[in-house]
């Protein structure tokens, strides 16, 4: 059974850190990109980051560059995002996905998602 589980959001002030962590289980890791979506209410979701298991490239949207820094461990098959500089435009539930391309146009594989609330 494929299972995403998501942990390390909270509240937190306008300019500090969080860092979310995506456990995976149930395929093949390496095969895998995996990608942190967020969605705040009365929002679309969007895509926030992504790597690929396989050779470690990442991408970012534009309004995280420079303050998130999305990692992985192959051993834990666990995707790491570190975020810092937080601002409250950031508050969203962050949810973590899996498929075989950054690119893919919907994740195959859905976590259930943390809450990350920043205050001003």
């Known amino acids: 059974e494929v299972q995403l589980v998501e942990s390390g959001g909270g509240l937190v002030q306008a300019g500090g850190s969080l860092r979310l962590s995506c456990a995976a289980s149930g395929f093949t890791f390496d095969d895998y990109a995996i990608g942190w979506f967020r969605q705040a209410p009365g929002k679309e979701r969007e895509g926030v980051s992504c790597i690929s298991s396989s050779d470690g490239n990442t991408n970012y949207v534009d309004s995280v560059k420079g303050r998130f820094t999305i990692s992985s461990d192959n051993a834990k098959n666990t995707v790491y995002l570190q975020m810092n500089s937080l601002k409250p435009e950031d508050t969203a539930v962050y949810y973590c996905?899996?498929?075989?391309?950054?690119?893919?146009?919907?994740?195959?594989?859905w976590g259930q998602g943390t809450q990350v609330t920043v205050s001003s």
């Open positions: 996905a899996a498929d075989y391309y950054c690119s893919a146009g919907e994740f195959d594989y």
